[in-house]
Structure formats: structure tokens, C-alpha cells
């Protein structure tokens, strides 16, 4: 096997050039194919390969994270996790992630379909742009990839040899581990946060209740390997049209607790919400507002009406066995369990949301839609409500029990502090 070696746009064509799944796509001759590198990825390199017969995105994990370098090393193997992934969320939820054309596991490079005329939904939000169908996409995507993961639905020995396989993607977790749940609440040496919110950062950092409740969501996240999740579901890992919704980038994929994705996807649209003040400058956005509380509102209520048809109508593992309840005449038994655990994810789901706000603002991996907020004092009043919000539902989230009280916290929010 040829050791891993990173491409580049000139060695692209010479070393992808033989591959039926790419020529096939995009043209035989590899001299005719026209290579750029995407600049937005974090981590990894992703090029763009035009042909003259189609495109491809081909991705490529380094030893290292490609923005920092190597003085921060992370494994190739990640490459393997993102495509075993999307093998899975293929099946799991059809036409919801892009095509895949080829795997290197050596090479740790997986060669995918060119989503086009598709753009990143964090940017569509941040240009006040309302997609109609996302609510409905990633209701759906959230409830049958959980589902379909767990031990509710799949043959218990390859659920465990799945649980297995992804255990092993030990450093991507790690990053989870601390950035998401430790770092935001102390000095780490990776933080950084507007100036303007050195107040309460401390007053964040010295709240009991939050360090314990964030803990206990790390605790969570730890030690509930109930489904494979996709590990980093934000409103930057889809890309949209106005018609169709794909998820992409499930690098950090790994057995966890379901609300995790439900909770790290709703908050990032409660994040666009509590952003869209800075971004006003060709008028109001009153209406965008609306529309992302009403996304977020879409979002948990498709999820659940999927996720409720799927129990009824494709629980077939281990757990909640149909033996002891419709069997029996008692399906009422099978409701009231199905009522438990959605009301379980529903709580859990607001403590991963409000830690989600907490590391996107003071911890390493901001969000482009208080980044590019350029005067920093209205960024900071902007981060300051998303920050009280994501303390609020946190430590409350046993208390709280509608979205319509959350809408309406969002909104009190919004107005209470001053612009
Ligand atoms: N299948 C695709 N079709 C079109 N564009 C894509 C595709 N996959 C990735 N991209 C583009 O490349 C960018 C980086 O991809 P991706 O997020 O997978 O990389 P990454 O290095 O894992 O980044 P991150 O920092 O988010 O972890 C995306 O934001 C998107 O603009
Ligand atoms: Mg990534």
C-alpha cells in the first residue's frame, strides 16, 4: 500500500486520474480536468474536480488539522468514520447526503457528488434567506438516522459491532468532549470571546448550576451510546436550495444519545435568531426571525411525528419489544413508553442546546453568524442574549415542557437587553 501522501491541485489529476468511479463521472482524460481547493473546511482539504463530462468534491483528512497544522495532529482515520457514516445515512434517510463515488481508506480520501447550486444554510441565514422545506428535510433526517441507529431498530449484534466501530473514533470525540462541555466554562487556553462580554463570561463561568448541568450533559454524552450520531449536525454541515436539503461532514460520528443532534441542530437556528439584529443593515428582519423560530418549532415537531410513526411501525430490536405490549393487546404501553422517551429527548435536548450556544461564543469554533458581525458592540449584545437564553434552557430544562415557551423566552430575550 502506497503511504498517505496529501494531494494537491497539480497532483490531483495524475493520482485520482485512473479511478473508473471519478472518469466515469467527469471525463477520462484527467489533463482536461480543471482542480480548485474549497477554502471553508476547518480540518480537512476538499477540492472541487471540474471535467468536461461533470464535477466532484474530492476530500481528503491530513494528520493534522489543515488550520492549525501540525502542531495540532489528528488522525487520518476520521476520513473512515465520515464515510462509514454516510454509507449509513444513506440507508437510513435516501437523498439526504451527497452521493459517494469512491473511498481510499489509505489515502483517507472519500471522492463524493458535487452539490450544486447549493450553498452552506449558515450563510443562506445569515443573508436573511427563508427556505421552505428544511423544517421538514431535517425533522425527518434527525428522527430516521437516530432511529434506524438504535437498539429500537436494528439487529442487536450489528448495532454492537457498530457501537464498536465508531468507539474507536477516540480523538474527534475527545475534541467534542472538551470544546463542547469543559472549555467554555473555564480559562481554556483555546478560548477567545468578544471583548465586549468579559462580564458575563465571568458571571457565566461562576454559575454552580451551569458547570454542574454541563457536566451532566458531558456525562450524558459519555455514557449513553444509544445511536450513531452524526457528532457535528449544525446549520454549516447542510447545504440547500430553495427545493432540496443534504447533510454533509459526519467526521465526528460516534455512538451517543440522540438528543445530542437534536439539540446541537435547534440550536444553532435559535443562534441565527438571536444574530439577525446584527445583520439588518438593508432593513428589518422582524419576519427572518419569525421564520427561525418557527424552523426550530418544525424541526422538533416533524421529529417527533417521524420518530413517533417509526416506533410504531418499525420497532423491531431489542428494546420495547412488541411482545410485551401490542402482542398483548396492550398498545397503550407501547404509547405510553413512546410518550417517556420523547419527553426524555425533549429535556436532554435543551441542555445540548444551551451548551452548543455557550461553546459557539466562548469556546474555539465560533459561528460565522455573530463572526461576521462587524461592529463588535452590537455582536456583543447580540452573543450576550444567546448566552442568558442557553444558560436559561440548560439549567431549567427539566422545567420546561413547550416550545411555545421557548419562542416566547427567545422573544423576551430579543427585546429585554438593549441594542
Ligand atoms: N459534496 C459537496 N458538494 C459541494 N460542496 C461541498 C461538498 N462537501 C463539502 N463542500 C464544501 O466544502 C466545504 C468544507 O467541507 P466540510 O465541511 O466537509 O470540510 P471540513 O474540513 O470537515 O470542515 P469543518 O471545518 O466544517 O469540519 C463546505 O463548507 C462546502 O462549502
Ligand atoms: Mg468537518
Known amino acids: 500500500m502506497r503511504a498517505f501522501e496529501a494531494l494537491t491541485v497539480e497532483s490531483l489529476p495524475n493520482r485520482l486520474g485512473s479511478q473508473a468511479a471519478i472518469t466515469g463521472r467527469i471525463g477520462s482524460d484527467p489533463a482536461k480536468w480543471s482542480v480548485r481547493e474549497v477554502g471553508d473546511g476547518n480540518l480537512n482539504l476538499v477540492f472541487i474536480v471540474e471535467g468536461p463530462a461533470g464535477t466532484v468534491i474530492v476530500k481528503q483528512a491530513l494528520p493534522y488539522v489543515r488550520l492549525v497544522g501540525e502542531s495540532w495532529p489528528l488522525p487520518l482515520k476520521r476520513s473512515f468514520f465520515e464515510y462509514n457514516a454516510l454509507v449509513r445515512q ?4 435516501p437523498g439526504m447526503t451527497p452521493e459517494l463515488l469512491h473511498f481510499d481508506e489509505a489515502q483517507a480520501i472519500i471522492v463524493m457528488e458535487f452539490l450544486t447550486p447549493h ?12 427556505l421552505p422545506k428544511i423544517g421538514q428535510n431535517l425533522g425527518n433526517f434527525i428522527a430516521r438516522t437516530l432511529f434506524r441507529g438504535s437498539d429500537l431498530h436494528m439487529e442487536t449484534r450489528k ?3 457498530d457501537l464498536a466501530l465508531f468507539a474507536d473514533n477516540v480523538e474527534l470525540c475527545d475534541i467534542t468532549e472538551n470544546l463542547v462541555f469543559s472549555d467554555p466554562y473555564f480559562d481554556a487556553p483555546m478560548n477567545r470571546h468578544t471583548p465586549g462580554l468579559d462580564g458575563v463570561v465571568a458571571e457565566l463561568r461562576a454559575d454552580r448550576d451551569l458547570k454542574v448541568e454541563a ?15 452524526h457528532g457535528d449536525l449544525h446549520t454549516g454541515s447542510v447545504m440547500v436550495t430553495a427545493e432540496d436539503t443534504r447533510v454533509i461532514d ?7 444519545p440522540m438528543a445530542f443532534d437534536v439539540g446541537m441542530l435547534i440550536a444553532n437556528f435559535w443562534m441565527s435568531y438571536f444574530s439577525q439584529s446584527g445583520h439588518e443593515q438593508d432593513g428589518p428582519r422582524d419576519d427572518m426571525r419569525r421564520y427561525l423560530l418557527a424552523t426550530a418549532d418544525e424541526i422538533w415537531s416533524v421529529f417527533r411525528a417521524e420518530f413517533s410513526r417509526l416506533w410504531r411501525e418499525e420497532r423491531r430490536g431489542i428494546l420495547y419489544q412488541a411482545s410485551l405490549f401490542e402482542d398483548q393487546g396492550d398498545t397503550l404501553g407501547s404509547e405510553q413508553a ?14 445540548f442546546a444551551g451548551i452548543e450556544t455557550h461553546r459557539r461564543i466562548l469556546g474555539l469554533a465560533h459561528n460565522a453568524d455573530f463572526e461576521t458581525i462587524a461592529d463588535e458592540a452590537l455582536r456583543a449584545a447580540c452573543e450576550t442574549k444567546a448566552l442568558k437564553f442557553g444558560r ?11 416550545m ?3 419562542m416566547d423566552l427567545a422573544e423576551r430575550m430579543e427585546k429585554e437587553i438593549v441594542r
Open 90 to 93: 444513506a440507508e437510513r434517510d
Open 119 to 130: 450553498v452552506i444554510l449558515r450563510r443562506a441565514l445569515i443573508e436573511g434567506r427563508q
Open 159 to 161: 448495532r454492537k459491532a
Open 215 to 229: 457536566q451532566r450533559l458531558k456525562h450524558l454524552f459519555a455514557a449513553k451510546a444509544e445511536t450513531l450520531l
Open 250 to 256: 459526519p467526521e465526528f460520528a460516534v455512538y451517543g
Open 338 to 351: 413512546l410518550q417517556g422517551m420523547i419527553a426524555d429527548i425533549w429535556t436532554d435536548m435543551l441542555g
Open 392 to 402: 436559561h434552557i440548560a439549567v431549567n430544562r427539566s422545567r420546561i415542557h413547550s
Open 404 to 406: 411555545a415557551d421557548i
